[in-house]
């Protein structure tokens, strides 16, 4: 190599060792020391032992199954082809984690589940089904969480063992929420329009209200006719009622709601999406609660207060 042509090349090399050196954005990669998880931390606190994934620079624990048997299509399942908990973390800035995981579920565990993660400050991103034909039915809560891994850890830890704790006490999974329905339906609409301050829907004895949400969606406006609001509809008696319903929020409002929901004692059944290309994006989460139709309308109304401080 012409010695001008190496001169130069060792004169480029320096510079970016002293860019290095000063913490320049630019400088190569491998001068560059990547951030790491203190992966001991995270097992320790989670009580699960996990696996490196060195390529992309994350931690995944993992945790199958195993206590329930389950059947999809009539075939008896195995973990390893899709009934695994589990949770991934990779290292971000300032010695912080990101975490994301997925929580395998049955119906009676899913709102204690939930409101464990909740109070230990993760989030709770999605709730749904994986399956068709699935007894018992399995269902799927995701989580997510930024901050110190080992807190992020020992919530995760909170889940597993609440879902444990369930099952210890009640082997057999439970077939309904508590709580009666009455019948026949017997809903007085005038009480829940003051509680609410929303006029609704009398049918058959049973109440409904729809609250509308604007959108955008393939160069049209779309609302609550086209299926973008929040309602709820009261059935049963007064004294024994049920609501069902769902919420349209906001990706900064899910998880505001989703606490608002739990400390209102209301179950969520689940977390998704209804459209593609809305803006703004909406997710909808559908619940189901019981008790005096007054106290659920109250309950719904606090929520609505809730969402309404997260805009």
Same mark, same amino acid.
């Given at each position: 190599?012409?010695?001008?042509?190496?001169?130069?090349?060792?004169?480029?090399?320096?510079?970016?060792?002293?860019?290095?050196?000063?913490?320049?954005?630019?400088?190569?990669?491998?001068?560059?020391?990547?951030?790491?998880?203190?992966?001991?931390?995270?097992?320790?606190?989670?009580?699960?032992?996990?696996?490196?994934?060195?390529?992309?620079?994350?931690?995944?624990?993992?945790?199958?199954?195993?206590?329930?048997?389950?059947?999809?299509?009539?075939?008896?399942?195995?973990?390893?082809?899709?009934?695994?908990?589990?949770?991934?973390?990779?290292?971000?800035?300032?010695?912080?984690?990101?975490?994301?995981?997925?929580?395998?579920?049955?119906?009676?565990?899913?709102?204690?589940?939930?409101?464990?993660?909740?109070?230990?400050?993760?989030?709770?991103?999605?709730?749904?089904?994986?399956?068709?034909?699935? &007894?018992?039915?399995? =269902?799927?809560?995701?989580?997510?969480?930024?901050?110190? +891994?080992? *807190?992020?850890? #020992?919530?995760?830890? $909170?889940?597993?063992?609440?879902?444990?704790?369930?099952?210890?006490?009640?082997?057999?999974?439970?077939?309904?929420?508590?709580?009666?329905?009455?019948?026949?339906?017997?809903?007085?609409?005038?009480?829940?329009?003051?509680?609410?301050?929303?006029?609704?829907?009398?049918?058959?004895?049973?109440?409904?209200?729809?609250?509308?949400?604007?959108?955008?969606?393939?160069?049209?406006?779309?609302?609550?006719?086209?299926?973008?609001?929040?309602?709820?509809?009261?059935?049963?008696?007064?004294?024994?009622?049920?609501?069902?319903?769902?919420?349209?929020?906001?990706?900064?409002?899910?998880?505001?709601?989703?606490?608002?929901?739990?400390?209102?004692?209301?179950?969520?059944?689940?977390?998704?999406?209804?459209?593609?290309? &809305?803006?703004?994006? =909406?997710?909808?989460?559908?619940?189901?609660?019981?008790? +005096?139709? *007054?106290?659920? #309308?109250?309950?719904? $109304?606090?929520?609505?207060?809730?969402?309404?401080?997260?805009?």
């Amino acid at each position: 190599m012409d010695m001008q042509v190496k001169f130069a090349l060792s004169q480029v090399k320096f510079v970016l060792s002293a860019l290095v050196c000063l913490g320049w954005s630019i400088c190569p990669a491998s001068a560059q020391t990547a951030p790491s998880l203190d992966t001991a931390r995270i097992e320790q606190a989670a009580g699960v032992k996990g696996t490196f994934i060195a390529e992309e620079n994350v931690f995944k624990i993992s945790k199958p199954r195993t206590d329930v048997k389950i059947q999809v299509d009539g075939w008896p399942t195995p973990p390893f082809m899709g009934l695994v908990s589990w949770a991934a973390f990779t290292p971000t800035q300032g010695g912080q984690a990101l975490m994301m995981g997925d929580t395998v579920v049955f119906e009676d565990e899913v709102n204690a589940a939930m409101s464990v993660a909740l109070d230990a400050g993760l989030e709770v991103t999605a709730l749904h089904n994986h399956f068709f034909f699935d &007894e018992p039915k399995v =269902y799927f809560l995701h989580i997510g969480g930024a901050g110190e +891994a080992g *807190a992020l850890a #020992a919530g995760v830890k $909170k889940i597993y063992d609440k879902i444990a704790e369930i099952r210890a006490a009640n082997p057999t999974l439970a077939k309904r929420f508590p709580a009666k329905i009455g019948s026949p339906n017997a809903i007085a609409a005038a009480p829940l329009e003051a509680i609410l301050g929303v006029k609704g829907q009398a049918s058959q004895g049973m109440f409904k209200i729809v609250i509308g949400r604007p959108a955008q969606a393939h160069g049209a406006s779309v609302g609550a006719a086209m299926g973008v609001n929040t309602w709820a509809a009261f059935a049963g008696s007064d004294e024994e009622a049920v609501v069902d319903g769902d919420f349209a929020v906001t990706a900064n409002e899910l998880q505001p709601v989703l606490k608002a929901m739990r400390r209102e004692g209301v179950n969520i059944v689940a977390i998704h999406h209804h459209m593609s290309h &809305e803006e703004p994006r =909406y997710i909808f989460l559908h619940f189901w609660g019981k008790g +005096a139709a *007054a106290a659920l #309308a109250r309950s719904f $109304k606090n929520v609505l207060d809730a969402q309404a401080a997260a805009k």
